[in-house]
């Protein structure tokens, strides 16, 4: 067995992916360079380096929601609207784009308070005016920096949904028509307002007059935009249409579009890009219901995008697109809590939507099962609270893929040794088979696997390597078997075919009594264990499917069964019942204990108690000398298998832990712990196990020096250094030894310590240094034994400083002061009472002396 240094017995959190969006139209935002992502997540404003996924600061302590907000696109100012205070924050980022991630500091400059709840908001392309409007129809505009309303505009017969500045570069010479008919010039600061009551106002913000009223829609208006040149407006509602006004005449052109539209926009000229030649400049885009970016040419009237019948969704859909005119990307916000960049570049044949480029996972919900993906762990498989299983990077954790496939919420996870393939399972009663190649970004499903009747909630694959060299090695070819089980209480071991023949069950075995909740393949392929509702663990014979022994001990649910790694047997936990040897297993369960067991006669050879709720997962760790254990406390436990004892303790979730995993590849098993919530807060733990011996190694050898050096202060009689060494320290015994030495020492003429050297020491102290030697003063004074001490050094003090700068003292309270005075008062009044005694003392004594002195010289007659 290695040495116990070996053991790891401290983690630390190198990364926390927690959720930071959950829901709503106008809760994202994105600066103009692409960078800088704001989301707002309940009461929270969560801000993301898009780019390396990194989560960058975190507003909170706004007590309440978050409505809607906005970033102005040079990131400088954020606005929060809070929904049920009315209020509006203001905060200023100070963004740094040269540090990778992108540094911010949020400081509030202001907060303003609105009549009714803030809807909708929008900053204007310069960063400085904001527009809000409410649920009573007004439209607000502010001024950014100074927090003053420049603009109240009436009008809207309801509340306010969608926001649009325009802002000319120049002098514009774009006539409009009046409500009169009479023509005048459009200025150059508009805003579009649009509203439930199904109107689009445009107003001429250097005038503050209504310019237009457009009623074309007939529900409400949840999309505006302008053109670059101003001379076209677009809009798009709820009641499927787009409409394109001339901003001449305000004339119409009305498309319908087939789904409920949340967001249009027009496309900057000569991003968009097609393969099959000629460009298209006069492009606007749409999305909505049907969770779907389109794209028209407005010069031939027709959509570019592949036109299909997609089934709207309730729990589907794109509520929000944000777009920069600078960038050849637009970002989409959907229902389903994700984001998602497109790209303009569009393939031939037209797809349905505009190409995904990136994928991002908001918030997981509930984290049921993860597993990291070998050779080198650069992905990894998470099954949520749903029928797909998102592949993320575990650098960013961007998605790098979404395998959809299952009709019911994925319950469990594993991956072969080569992480080419992955297997899953859910409630639709199916297990299916992944094949993944990232480096071709290939990842389809290879088989299906169906024959339960009720719902999959344990599958596993082979555990065996295949020999070096072979082909099975070098081709990565596919697992010769899977093994799975669930709640019809059947184990089935499934033929693996993935050449598009329907695979079937080689056999299929009646196991437990309740549900299964976990299957594991011992490292040789011969055994798989079984664990299950009805309290059992299950050995069994791979080949033949037959049980050869039972481990009973749990009093409730077995959740986690792992076998241990190979070449670690029961030996390795010493004492008599290690001297078995044979393999063993490690389980998890609703008792709240976890154990190991030997297979050499199913005996249970230890149990480590410690978690305070069900055990959700166990595994091993350290090559088989560790095992780590996740439960529904939030807590994880990593424990000794020799000693039985807690090693570490790692606690950073708040709710209970489904998901547990290490990293398989060799050089970091154990070293990284991932674990995952019911809340979807995902944790990496990284082993500092070395690193933390080195820095107590470090600061007990300089301790060591130090000490030395106080021991050389005191020999050579260098007061000063002495003293203010044990104060800097923290050697409150040291200083107490060198001030008693003094203090007790024949005292020197003028002193009033003891030495004149140690006078000027302590009468000339730093703030810092007094403050500790204070509090060290009232600690001695509490004891009649140190109380002399703390009395001469404190007449130091007092005739050294003033009163205004003792009581000034930072960390020195009342409470302090109270200490010393209260027990000076005591000790004076104690030695009151010994004068009064001393008397009595005295006045018996000469009593004595007179009668041994009469006894010596005369016979007393009484």
Request: hydrophobic share 40%; aromatic share 6%; glycine share 8%.
């Amino acid at each position: 067995m290695a040495p116990s240094q070996a053991l790891k017995t401290t983690f630390k959190p190198s990364r926390v992916v927690q959720p930071f969006y959950s829901g709503g139209a106008g809760c994202v935002a994105l600066d103009s360079s692409g960078r800088i992502l704001v989301t707002a997540y309940g009461d929270e404003a969560v801000i993301t380096d898009i780019e390396s996924g990194a989560e960058i600061a975190r507003i909170d302590g706004l007590e309440d929601e978050i409505s809607t907000l906005a970033l102005a696109p040079d990131a400088r100012y954020l606005i929060l609207c809070i929904s049920k205070s009315y209020q509006m924050h203001t905060y200023a980022l100070s963004p740094d784009f040269t540090t990778s991630p992108v540094t911010v500091t949020p400081e509030q400059e202001r907060q303003a308070r609105q009549t009714t709840p803030t809807i909708v908001c929008a900053v204007d392309p310069t960063g400085t005016l904001v527009a809000t409007g409410g649920a009573d129809g007004i439209v607000k505009v502010w001024d950014v920096r100074k927090g003053f309303v420049t603009h109240n505009l009436r009008g809207h017969g309801g509340l306010v949904s969608a926001l649009s500045f325009f802002m000319a570069e120049g002098e514009t010479t774009v006539p409009v028509v009046a409500k009169k008919g009479k023509k005048k010039v459009m200025g150059r600061f508009m805003l579009a307002t649009g509203g439930e009551d199904t109107t689009i106002r445009v107003w001429d913000l250097e005038t503050t007059t209504n310019v237009a009223t457009l009623q074309q829609h007939g529900s409400i208006v949840r999309g505006l935009d302008w053109s670059t040149d101003g001379t076209r407006l677009l809009s798009g509602g709820r009641d499927g249409v787009m409409c394109l006004f001339d901003t001449k005449t305000w004339n119409a052109v009305v498309t319908p579009t087939g789904e409920e539209v949340e967001a249009v926009g027009f496309v900057k000229p000569g991003v968009f890009v097609r393969e099959d030649g000629g460009r298209v400049d006069k492009l606007v885009f749409a999305a909505g219901r049907q969770d779907r970016v389109r794209v028209w040419d407005l010069a031939k009237g027709e959509e570019i995008t592949k036109e299909a019948k997609v089934e709207e969704d309730e729990e589907k859909g794109i509520i929000q697109i944000i777009y920069h005119k600078n960038l050849t990307s637009l970002l989409s916000v959907h229902h389903d809590y994700t984001i998602q960049i497109h790209s303009f570049h569009l393939p031939s044949p037209a797809p349905i939507s505009l190409p995904t480029t990136r994928h991002i996972t908001t918030n997981y919900d509930q984290i049921l099962d993860l597993q990291y993906l070998p050779p080198d762990s650069s992905l990894i498989a998470i099954a949520t609270n749903s029928e797909n299983v998102s592949l993320v990077s575990s650098a960013t954790f961007h998605d790098v893929a979404i395998l959809r496939g299952h009709t019911e919420t994925i319950l469990a996870l594993d991956v072969d040794w080569s992480g080419r393939w992955l297997a899953t399972a859910g409630k639709d009663n199916d297990a299916r088979l992944w094949k993944i190649d990232a480096e071709n970004n290939s990842f389809t499903c290879a088989a299906v696997f169906t024959g339960h009747a009720e719902s999959v909630a344990a599958l596993s694959l082979p555990r065996q390597r295949p020999q070096e060299g072979s082909k099975a090695a070098t081709e990565k070819l596919p697992p010769k078997f899977m093994l799975t089980g669930g709640a019809d209480r059947t184990i089935k071991k499934w033929d693996v075919s993935v050449d598009g023949k329907k695979p079937r069950a080689v056999w299929t075995k009646r196991a437990h009594e309740k549900d299964i909740n976990a299957i594991d393949v011992s490292p040789d392929d011969t055994l798989f264990a079984s664990a299950s509702q009805d309290r059992t663990v299950k050995i069994w014979s791979l080949e033949e499917g037959e049980t050869i022994g039972v481990l009973r001990g749990h009093r409730r649910a077995v959740w986690s069964v792992k076998f241990a790694p190979a070449g670690v047997s029961a030996a390795v936990v010493g004492g008599e019942a290690g001297m078995k040897g044979g393999k063993m297993v490690v389980t998890g369960s609703t008792d709240k204990t976890v154990k190991l067991w030997g297979l050499a006669d199913y005996s249970c050879i230890k149990t480590f108690e410690g978690h305070t709720n069900s055990i959700q997962r166990a595994l091993w760790i350290s090559g088989g000398l560790q095992v780590v254990s996740g439960g529904n406390d939030g807590l994880v436990k990593v424990w000794d298998v020799k000693s039985g004892e807690c090693s570490a303790t790692l606690d950073n979730h708040e709710q209970r832990i489904w998901a547990l995993a290490t990293r398989p590849d060799e050089e970091f098993s154990g070293s990284t712990i991932v674990s995952a919530d019911a809340e979807g807060v995902i944790t990496i733990w990284a082993d500092v196990t070395s690193e933390t011996i080195a820095e107590a190694d470090a600061k007990e050898q300089a301790l060591v020096e130090e000490e030395q050096k106080l021991h050389n202060y005191i020999s050579i009689k260098d007061y000063r250094s002495a003293i203010s060494l044990a104060l800097s320290l923290n050697h409150p015994g040291r200083l107490l030894n060198l001030l008693q030495s003094v203090t007790s020492a024949t005292p020197e003429t003028g002193s009033l310590s003891g030495l004149v050297a140690v006078d000027e020491v302590l009468a000339s102290l730093s703030d810092s240094q007094l403050g500790v030697l204070l509090c060290r003063i009232r600690d001695w004074n509490t004891n009649a034994r140190t109380a002399v001490v703390a009395q001469r050094v404190l007449h130091v003090l007092l005739r050294n400083y003033g009163a205004q700068r003792l009581m000034g003292l930072r960390g020195v309270g009342r409470d302090v002061w109270d200490a010393l005075g209260s027990y000076t008062d005591r000790h004076y009044k104690r030695m009151e009472e010994l004068v009064e005694e001393s008397f009595m003392v005295e006045y018996t004594l000469r009593e004595m002396e007179q009668v041994m002195a009469d006894g010596t010289g005369m016979e007393i007659e009484w």
